[in-house]
């Protein structure tokens, strides 16, 4: 009994932190315990204490170092790869210098396999995230729960003390007992623990979303690759030798004005979208323009932005009032005029008076030798009077716009550039060759030529598009012209479709073709029709065709079109063959592109913004990170971290008081920090609730 009795005053009683009773009570357990090791007539055997020295651990460094440094890995290798390849210098759509057998297909593959790699280190990264967090934190508890002396000492009650130790911080079943009664259950590093954890899955969390992956084509750094021969527009005023060429466009356009219809193909027609109307809002129609580069041509990956001419017209045709008719003395201005007549000679009902004329002096091309964008507006009025005195007054509008835009690549996302006010081009543009001694920054190489007289309109050089339509319609040996000149030119003499002896059975031979009769799906021009003794003569066709001139409503519209469709035809013919095919010298112009190869590039979500805000987030987590782990390296602490050792230490330091009849709720009373016991001795001794802490430069017998 005397034994037993020994041993049980002998066994370690932690000093309570509250109530003068229990703190009596525990100094009276201490000093009995001293007197009966030091009696020499005690029989229990006494064993020499083990002794602890305060230790730094720098084990959270290591764990920091590792995680840090395969955090930034991931994110910065993501950032590079979303710029540029990891290797071999340049960008995307800019490979850099490179020896000509480099293969630059190897190096995007070599690229995208680091793109993988960075995938993997990200997914560690984020999988590492909350037990590295949790690790550097419950070995700071271990040094925050020694810390403090006499009134400065911390408040950490036993019940925070096993929060700590479950690392509650991560568990939603902790997080409700907080809201239930926090105090009991959480503190000071509890909090820390939560706020880290948090910031740090967010960061990673955010980090990758904000990064993606797209197919992208590289650029290729072949230099040889252009679309050349084109005209550029201040060319097209050079003095050249092409006198053949003069009058050509107004022939051109008669033939193809025939032969034109609304379903032909347009390989050089561009369509500059519009953006979609509000609900309930009329749609406006897309504008058309010509360019001497094929529709839809992109070119690519090239690192400069390439730069083409361009031109479209606008028609716009109504009928208007006599007063608004705006024709004055135009051949001795230098305008257009042209009239024409018949008298219906076999139905006088069918005859007619047609006027067409444009104001202004036309022997001067509106347009100038500059690379700025120029807008002109041309105005056409005709007036068509019938057998019985009625007249129609129309007006033929043309809106013109000529200048440069920038084609579509992947620097500007595959979009068509708008018109541009300006000369975009640099003075050494490499876009302009070097043959025939121009200099592609020159204002003017050739002046607009004068010709005197109206009939002489067909020889004006640069002509606008109006001026060229009504030339073609309306002009010197134009459809009109020739055959009411000649009308008996053009009158099949065969014997009447009646005689069955010489008549072909069915016959409706085409015989020709009238300008917009295809476009305006009319047909042509039958050999029934053109029969002298026929019920239809040339006043009938006359007749017939004028009719497209003077339609209303819908019909009217479809003839404003066909005006539009013979404007960018007169447009087509003007860019292409005012210089000569044959004439590379004064086809200065080319087109620089790369079509690329096919690859994959890493995307963060706003870009260089996208890049900072990641940075910034996850930075802060680091930078807490950081101070927590110093501060866990630089305290010396008696254990490596609050695991299930400490807590069977902590647990047999309080047996006596957990095993009473309070339960639980001794867990808010008890204390959970350790310090010495014994602060006046050589040696201290660790104890549960002890109000001196524990010093670096002490040892201390053990639990």
Same mark, same amino acid.
């Given at each position: ?72 890995? =991931? ?62 934190? %419950? ?10 002396? *006499? ?11 096993? =929060?700590?130790? $479950? ?50 084509? +590289?650029?290729?750094?072949?230099? &040889? ?18 006198? $053949? ?24 027609? #561009? ?57 004055? @003395? ?30 202004? !002096? ?14 002109? %507006? ?57 043959? &025939? ?7 003017? #190489? ?14 004006? /050089? ?25 009308? =008996?030119?053009?009158?099949?003499? /065969?014997?009447? #479709? ?18 917009? !009769? ?8 039958? $050999? ?7 019920? *239809? ?49 004064? /086809? ?7 079509? &690329? ?9 706003? &870009? @260089? ?34 695991? %299930? ?29 350790? +310090? ?14 002890? /109000? ?9 017998? @053990?639990?």
């Amino acid at each position: 009994m005397a034994t037993t009795s020994a041993q049980e005053a002998y066994e370690l009683r932690p000093a309570p932190t509250t109530g003068e009773p229990q703190l009596s009570a525990a100094k009276n357990m201490a000093a009995e315990s001293s007197s009966l090791r030091n009696s020499t007539h005690s029989s229990l055997t006494v064993r020499e204490p083990i002794l602890v020295h305060l230790k730094r651990n720098l084990y959270p460094l290591l764990i920091f170092i590792f995680y840090c440094t395969l955090a930034l890995l =991931a994110w910065t290798f993501s950032c590079i790869l979303s710029q540029r390849p990891l290797r071999g210098g340049g960008s995307y759509t800019e490979p850099g210098k490179r020896d000509y057998l480099d293969d630059i297909q190897k190096r995007y593959d070599n690229n995208e396999k680091y793109i993988r790699a960075a995938q993997v280190l990200r997914s560690i990264v984020t999988l590492l995230t909350i037990p590295v967090t949790s690790a550097i934190c %419950s070995m700071a508890a271990v040094a925050y729960m020694q810390g403090g002396t *006499g009134n400065g000492r911390r408040s950490l009650s036993l019940g925070q003390l096993m =929060a700590l130790a $479950d690392q509650g911080w991560i568990s939603p079943r902790t997080w409700s007992r907080i809201l239930d009664n926090g105090a009991k259950v959480a503190s000071l590093p509890f909090f820390v623990a939560l706020a880290l954890t948090l910031i740090g899955s967010t960061a990673v969390i955010l980090q990758d979303s904000l990064i993606t992956t797209s197919s992208i084509l +590289g650029r290729t750094g072949n230099p &040889g690759q252009y679309l050349g021969s084109l005209v550029d527009i201040p060319i097209l005023f050079a003095d050249t030798d092409s006198r $053949d060429m003069i009058g050509y466009d107004v022939y051109q356009l008669r033939s193809l004005l025939e032969s034109s219809s609304k379903y032909d193909a347009q390989p050089n027609m #561009w369509v500059e979208k519009t953006p979609s109307p509000a609900p309930g809002a009329l749609s406006e129609e897309p504008t058309y323009y010509y360019s001497e580069v094929p529709a839809d041509f992109n070119t690519g990956v090239y690192r400069a932005a390439q730069f083409a001419p361009r031109i479209n017209s606008t028609a716009k045709y109504n009928e208007i009032s006599a007063e608004e008719f705006d024709c004055r @003395n135009e051949t001795e201005n230098g305008g257009f005029y042209a009239a024409y007549g018949t008298y219906g000679s076999r139905y006088p009902s069918q005859g007619y008076a047609f006027i067409a004329c444009m104001p202004g !002096d036309q022997r001067t091309s509106p347009w100038k030798p500059t690379r700025d964008r120029q807008d002109i %507006s041309e105005s056409l009025y005709l007036n068509i009077s019938d057998i019985g005195g009625h007249t129609q007054y129309f007006r033929a509008t043309m809106q013109t716009s000529l200048g440069y835009f920038e084609l579509p690549s992947a620097g500007n996302n595959n979009t068509v550039g708008p018109l541009l006010a300006k000369d975009p081009f640099q003075k050494d543009s490499p876009q302009f060759t070097k043959k &025939g001694g121009l200099k592609p920054r020159d204002g003017v #190489w050739g002046t607009n030529t004068t010709f005197p007289g109206n009939e002489t309109l067909i020889t004006v /050089r640069n002509k606008p598009p109006l001026l060229t339509l009504a030339l073609a319609l309306f002009g010197p040996k134009s459809y009109i012209d020739s055959r009411t000149q000649h009308t =008996a030119a053009y009158v099949d003499t /065969r014997p009447a #479709w009646l005689d069955d002896n010489t008549r072909r059975p069915g016959t409706q031979l085409c015989v020709g073709l009238r300008p917009f !009769d295809i476009y305006l799906e009319k047909g042509c021009v039958r $050999d029934y029709d053109t029969l002298a003794t026929s019920d *239809g003569d040339q006043d009938t066709i006359f007749f017939s065709w004028n009719s497209i001139f003077t339609e209303q409503g819908f019909r009217s519209r479809v003839f404003q079109d066909a005006l539009g469709m013979g404007a960018a035809l007169a447009n087509r013919i003007w860019i292409e063959r005012s210089i000569d095919k044959r004439q590379y010298d004064l /086809r200065t112009l080319r087109i620089f592109h790369d079509e &690329g190869i096919k690859t994959v590039k890493v995307d963060i979500v706003g &870009g @260089n913004v996208g890049i900072i805000f990641g940075s910034v987030l996850f930075g802060c987590y680091l930078l807490a990170l950081t101070g927590l782990v110093a501060y866990t390296c630089v305290v010396k602490t008696w254990a490596g971290e609050l695991g %299930s050792e400490v807590m069977v230490k902590v647990g047999a330091s309080y047996a006596q008081q957990l095993t009473g009849v309070e339960g639980k709720r001794v867990y808010d009373v008890l204390s959970g920090c350790v +310090g010495d016991a014994k602060p006046d001795n050589g040696i201290g001794r660790l104890e549960m609730g002890a /109000r001196t802490g524990l010093s670096g430069s002490r040892k201390y017998e @053990n639990f």
